[in-house]
Every structure is written in C-alpha cells, then in structure tokens.
C-alpha cells in the first residue's frame, strides 16, 4: 500500500490550496479514505473523511471550509482548502484502513488507520 500527497505549499490567509492523495496497492474504490492533519506541538487531528461510495463526512472544526472529494478511475483522493487561517498551518496526511470503514473524533492516533501517507506541509501566513 502507497499514499502519496502533494499540493501543500504556503498560502495567505483566505487563500485556497487543494491537496490531492494518489493511492496503490490496495482496493482503492472499495476503501474509505481520510485526511487528517498535525499542526506544530499538537496531535493528530482528523478532518474528512469519504467513502468508496461517495458518501462524506467532516470534522465540525472544518466543514463549509474543507471539501473531500475522490476519483477511483484514478486512485485519487482530494481535499480543497478554502478560507485558509494561521491556525490551519500543519501538515496534512492521508489514510486508510483499506476498508470501508473511519475513524474519526478527538484523540486520532497513527494506530487508527493502517496506512497512512508522508504528509504535505501546509503553512497559513502573510
């Protein structure tokens, strides 16, 4: 199993990035994928997540701000930040259990999913 982000990079406040996620080596269309994130001296926090399906699911600290998104003929994960604060400054990681299941809510460990990728580091500043 492979995660691979990318499109992290610094941003203004109220600028936009969109993350992408290219995932391998699993059933990708069959497996709920999540993104979550660390910002500096905190833990794990999650932040989206989606289901082979299609179906969506946010952490309330981000929604109407954070869209998932996902495209299984490409193996492709998204998450599009807008609206982008100082505090959102960390880097973000995607994960997966390779199963079409989430874990989500406060205390989220690397022991929550299987898989995760090697972050994209995304810096929120003027």
């Known amino acids: 199993v492979q995660l691979v982000e990318s499109g992290g990079g610094r941003v203004q406040p109220g600028g936009s990035l969109r993350l992408s996620c290219a995932a391998s080596g699993f059933s990708f269309s069959r497996s709920a994928m999540s993104w979550a994130r660390q910002a500096p001296g905190k833990g794990l926090e999650w932040l989206a997540g989606i289901y082979g399906g299609g179906v969506t699911v946010y952490a309330d600290s981000v929604k109407g701000r954070f869209t998932i998104s996902r495209d299984n003929a490409k193996n492709m994960v998204y998450l599009q930040l807008n609206s982008l604060k100082p505090e959102d400054t960390a880097v973000y990681f995607c994960?997966?259990?390779?199963?079409?299941?989430?874990?989500?809510?406060?205390?989220?460990?690397?022991?929550?999913?299987?898989?995760w990728g090697q972050g994209t580091q995304v810096t929120v500043s003027s």
């Open positions: 994960a997966t259990d390779g199963a079409d299941s989430l874990s989500s809510g406060p205390g989220l460990t690397k022991g929550d999913y299987d898989y």
